[in-house]
């Protein structure tokens, strides 16, 4: 029992992969993962700060960092059985959130509890830390499906990935680091050599289309 146990998790989590079971030409792990949502909730936060906003950047560093700890327990569920439902959803928010929370009463020092299952419960919440958690968390996995599908790899599940979170991305349209990202970064993103650039770039460009028509 102790911290110890906690610090060894960490390099577990360099070992645990995400989606799984599928051929993928580059492994991330949640480890990595974590590691470039916080520098990309890090840039939007940025940009919602030089547009007038109040980051609060201790409360923004802690959700990235922390957010997928959970996964140590249940390991990686792909994207599109994950959100399958609202229900399902829920289901999984609510099963990993016992099972860290149950870690943190075992081997975690009385003084420190409360502490850490503060920081480590579901990160993605309304407030604005929470909406730039849930768009860096939607780009790295647009990145890291966009990565497999430019190297050629005939997997249909990544494209369905990229649709996903891209879809997910275009409901904070309204924050400014989001405008930011659709205007600036993703036309950048298109214009990488990739195979199917034409069927990629056509979903793309159907997906902001319908994004324009529900905000007319």
Same mark, same amino acid.
């Given at each position: 029992?102790?911290?110890?146990?906690?610090?060894?998790?960490?390099?577990?989590? /360099?070992? !645990?992969?995400?989606? =799984?079971?599928?051929?993928?030409?580059?492994?991330?792990?949640?480890?990595?993962?974590?590691?470039?949502?916080?520098?990309?909730?890090?840039?939007?936060?940025?940009?919602?700060?030089?547009?007038?906003?109040?980051?609060?950047?201790? @409360?923004?560093?802690?959700?990235?960092?922390?957010?997928?700890?959970?996964?140590?327990?249940?390991?990686?569920?792909?994207?599109?059985?994950?959100?399958?439902?609202?229900? !399902?959803?829920? !289901?999984?928010? %609510?099963?990993?959130?016992?099972?860290?929370?149950?870690?943190?009463? #075992?081997?975690?020092?009385?003084?420190?509890? /409360?502490?850490? @299952?503060?920081?480590?419960?579901?990160?993605?919440?309304?407030?604005? /830390?929470?909406? @730039?958690?849930?768009?860096?968390?939607?780009?790295?996995?647009?990145?890291?499906?966009?990565? /497999?599908?430019?190297?050629?790899?005939?997997? =249909? $599940?990544? $494209?369905?990935?990229?649709?996903?979170?891209?879809?997910?991305?275009?409901?904070?349209?309204?924050?400014?680091?989001?405008?930011?990202?659709?205007?600036?970064?993703?036309?950048? !993103?298109?214009? #990488?050599?990739? @195979?199917?650039?034409? %069927?990629?770039?056509?979903?793309?460009?159907?997906?902001?289309?319908?994004?324009?028509?529900?905000?007319?």
């Amino acid at each position: 029992m102790g911290i110890h146990r906690y610090f060894k998790s960490l390099s577990d989590l /360099e070992n !645990l992969f995400r989606c =799984p079971g599928k051929f993928k030409y580059q492994d991330h792990s949640v480890a990595a993962h974590s590691f470039k949502v916080t520098k990309i909730a890090q840039f939007l936060g940025t940009v919602e700060q030089m547009e007038g906003e109040t980051v609060d950047w201790k @409360i923004l560093y802690e959700k990235a960092l922390n957010h997928d700890y959970a996964e140590l327990f249940t390991g990686d569920i792909k994207t599109p059985v994950k959100y399958a439902s609202s229900e !399902l959803k829920g !289901l999984f928010s %609510q099963v990993e959130q016992q099972l860290t929370q149950k870690f943190i009463r #075992e081997e975690f020092p009385t003084e420190f509890r /409360e502490v850490y @299952i503060e920081r480590f419960k579901e990160g993605k919440d309304d407030t604005l /830390e929470g909406k @730039i958690l849930s768009v860096a968390d939607k780009i790295d996995l647009l990145y890291e499906s966009f990565g /497999e599908i430019q190297k050629g790899n005939p997997e =249909p $599940l990544f $494209l369905e990935i990229y649709e996903e979170a891209l879809m997910t991305i275009i409901l904070f349209k309204e924050m400014k680091s989001v405008q930011y990202f659709l205007n600036d970064i993703l036309p950048d !993103l298109l214009q #990488e050599k990739f @195979i199917p650039h034409d %069927q990629l770039s056509q979903m793309t460009q159907n997906i902001l289309s319908q994004k324009d028509e529900q905000g007319q």
